[in-house]
């Protein structure tokens, strides 16, 4: 059975062979250590400075190269290949034009509107640290078009998405970038965006419709590629709970994931649901919507795997298994005891596929991604 096969039985909340593994992401140290060089794949801030600084096709160069020797790494391991994680997904186009930051130092970086960017060794990315329009900017209802047009697709920002199908689409299962609405409409950053939900809902509303109607305008220029899934990556919830109210995901947040299911679905496609935090309450609002898998079970937010694949257990699937806490600074017995746990809990009936509780983050011990790997191999045999 190839892993195409063996995900789709899985999503389709059958048993196949053996559980089917995939990650969200592998980021660009392990991958390092996996190929044996420096390399741009995951490696986001990386990326995003060769692109500042005109070595676009530098960059795409590696991710073909690269991409292709991790996953000929990992062959007998990895079923699934994500390819809508940052900087797979798309890359800019060849003519695309370039907004670059001046650079100040050697982790700070500055936008003509003042806004300053600061990298961070722990996360490998940048980060807005200061942004001097996040309150003063405007929000209007009729700065959000109902009837958007489609954008032309522009070809070269999919030559990596292009190269990585054409080598392993007969035998994995790929998840790729479709156009879709946004699922949790922030004007802003978080905290903005938070706040506008809470004092201007009609804005906040009217956004969510014009993104859905962009999705819709844009599914009608998409084509697939080689896709046999998409995939969402919106986080809803802290670690406690979900960021807003039942009544507000209802009105600003469910509308918008059911359209954009209902729309992966019409092409043929399954549906992803990347949400890391305590979803808890939102479970049956995913089932409802007809998410055919639940990714990054995160059971250090409370979202035990076992438990969650009980009570989806028929109506879904889930994805995950090892906490990335254990995989960053936990010991290699811990992150096989995380493996053995899941495998005696999630495993039993299909509809479930292994992996870390988000992704193979920066910082993550090479020791413990290897013993993941080794401990799942003993068990994921049905």
């Not at 809990?345 to 080794?374: C, E, Q, R, W």
Request: include cysteine.
């Amino acid at each position: 059975m190839t892993g195409k096969e063996r995900v789709a039985i899985a999503l389709a909340l059958g048993t196949p062979d053996r559980v089917p593994f995939g990650e969200y992401a592998i980021d660009y140290d392990t991958v390092e250590r996996i190929i044996g060089h420096e390399t741009y794949v995951r490696a986001k801030a990386r990326c995003q400075v060769a692109v500042w600084e005109g070595r676009r096709d530098e960059m795409v160069q590696s991710l073909i190269e690269d991409g292709i020797a991790l996953f000929r790494a990992l062959d007998d391991v990895v079923d699934i290949i994500n390819l809508h994680s940052l900087w797979f997904a798309e890359v800019p186009g060849k003519d695309e034009p370039v907004v670059a930051p001046r650079r100040l130092d050697d982790t700070t970086w500055e936008y003509a509107n003042g806004a300053i960017l600061k990298y961070s060794d722990v996360t490998g990315d940048f980060t807005v640290v200061h942004d001097p329009e996040k309150w003063t900017r405007q929000y209007r209802a009729e700065d959000f078009s109902l009837e958007p047009n489609g954008e032309p697709v522009d070809e070269s920002r999919y030559e990596v998405v292009d190269a990585i199908i054409a080598e392993f689409s007969r035998d994995k299962f790929i998840i790729g970038g479709f156009p879709m609405a946004v699922e949790l409409p922030l004007l802003g950053d978080m905290e903005r965006g938070l706040y506008e939900m809470a004092t201007a809902p009609e804005v906040v509303a009217r956004y969510a419709e014009s993104s859905l109607a962009w999705a819709r305008a844009q599914q009608c220029l998409w084509r697939n590629r080689g896709y046999d899934a998409a995939i969402d990556g919106t986080d809803f919830s802290s670690q406690r709970q979900p960021l807003i109210s039942p009544a507000m995901f209802q009105r600003f947040c469910f509308p918008n994931l059911k359209a954009n299911v209902e729309a992966v679905h019409a092409h043929g496609l399954r549906f992803i649901q990347h949400a890391c935090g305590h979803n808890w309450p939102l479970l049956d609002a995913f089932m409802e919507a007809g998410v055919d898998c639940y990714q990054s079970v995160q059971e250090s937010a409370g979202m035990v795997p076992g438990e969650v694949k009980k009570y989806c257990q028929g109506r879904m699937a889930i994805w995950g298994g090892v906490r990335v806490e254990n995989l960053v600074s936990g010991s290699s017995e811990d992150v096989r005891d995380d493996v053995r746990r899941a495998m005696a809990t999630a495993k039993p009936g299909g509809g479930y596929v292994f992996g870390s509780s988000h992704s193979i983050a920066v910082g993550t011990k090479y020791d413990n991604f290897m013993a993941m790997l080794d401990e799942f191999v003993r068990w994921r045999d049905y």
